[in-house]
């Protein structure tokens, strides 16, 4: 019997969508709130990726080069989108949808990067290419069943994304004190990042414990134990760092400040120049002079 919420049933539901195919089974109950969704929590977490991919395309409105910017905040909506389908489902074909969704993502971030400075022809060319490499993969993958691949090319797309983006800062961001509120916030997206995969890897590890304790608890509180909903929440957010970075480096806006660009919580990591007065000692008393900016 729950001790602080509502009980769990002895049995799940009847699934709407069917018996589960996918390889992948998080640890969250199947079907045990509804029979409409196979995984609530790790459903609705993918909102992260959608609401931080709103958000950007929205700060965009109006750009005359709006659409290319938006390029890779569709790209993490995709994510979003194709998580949740197979959260929600649980089925072997919408597992590709969430596998193929990080790839395409991923390669929206990297076409940006390597395509910034380039003439129009030139990027449109690379986005092809790009584009017919990821299909003849994407094909590969599917009808070969694999997964290893897969990991590879992910992990090799996120290091090649990752080395040209502190190429880019090393160029494009001259004042030291902006270059080091850059890398203060890359910092911040990488232990996002490897935090949110050491608490997928807890709830791999540790999910019998965890269910047995979410049934004690009872819901709604035992939702806060979903591990893998907290993975959908920080990778969101390292992912959103990322990209408004990306977006911010191959800009015309490199170089300047960074406060006040990014979404909550991403903007209480950096700092706001303050106004304090200029404080001359003499001799005779205090002085105060006009107020400067101290970062």
């Known amino acids: 019997?729950?001790?602080?919420?509502?009980?769990?049933?002895?049995?799940?539901?009847?699934?709407?969508?069917?018996p589960t195919s996918s390889k992948a089974n998080f640890c969250e109950e199947d079907y045990?709130?509804?029979?409409?969704i196979a995984e609530l929590v790790n459903t609705l977490t993918n909102l992260t990726y959608i609401l931080y991919a709103i958000h950007g395309i929205y700060k965009n409105w109006g750009r005359k080069d709006a659409f290319l910017r938006n390029i890779p905040y569709l790209g993490i909506m995709g994510v979003g989108f194709g998580s949740a389908v197979f959260h929600a489902t649980n089925k072997y074909y919408t597992q590709w949808a969430d596998d193929?969704?990080?790839?395409?993502?991923?390669?929206t971030v990297m076409h940006r990067v390597y395509t910034y400075d380039d003439t129009p022809l030139h990027a449109v060319l690379k986005g092809l290419g790009l584009a017919a490499?990821?299909?003849v993969f994407s094909v590969w993958?599917?009808?070969?069943?694999?997964?290893?691949g897969h990991s590879i090319l992910f992990g090799v797309m996120v290091v090649l994304v990752g080395t040209k983006t502190r190429s880019i800062i090393s160029h494009r961001v001259e004042d030291p004190a902006v270059k080091k509120e850059v890398r203060k916030?890359?910092?911040?997206?990488?232990?996002?990042?490897?935090?949110?995969?050491?608490?997928w890897n807890i709830d791999n590890i540790t999910c019998s414990w965890l269910t047995q304790a979410k049934r004690t608890i009872g819901m709604p509180l035992s939702f806060l134990l979903e591990l893998h909903g907290?993975?959908?929440?920080f990778t969101g957010i390292g992912a959103y760092i990322f990209i408004a970075l990306v977006e911010y480096l191959t800009s015309e806006e490199a170089g300047e400040p960074l406060a006040g660009r990014f979404a909550w919580p991403i903007d209480l990591f950096l700092?706001?120049?303050r106004s304090t007065p200029n404080i001359i000692r003499t001799g005779y008393g205090t002085l105060s002079a006009a107020p400067e900016n101290i970062d």
């Open 1 to 18: 019997m729950a001790s602080l919420g509502w009980s769990y049933r002895d049995t799940p539901y009847d699934p709407y969508w069917g």
């Open 133 to 135: 490499f990821l299909t």
């Open 185 to 199: 916030l890359v910092r911040w997206g990488s232990v996002i990042f490897i935090s949110g995969y050491v608490i």
């Open 32 to 36: 045990i709130v509804t029979r409409y």
């Open 100 to 107: 193929l969704s990080m790839l395409l993502a991923t390669a």
């Open 271 to 273: 700092r706001r120049p």
């Open 141 to 148: 993958h599917c009808l070969s069943d694999e997964i290893v």
């Open 230 to 233: 907290w993975w959908h929440i």
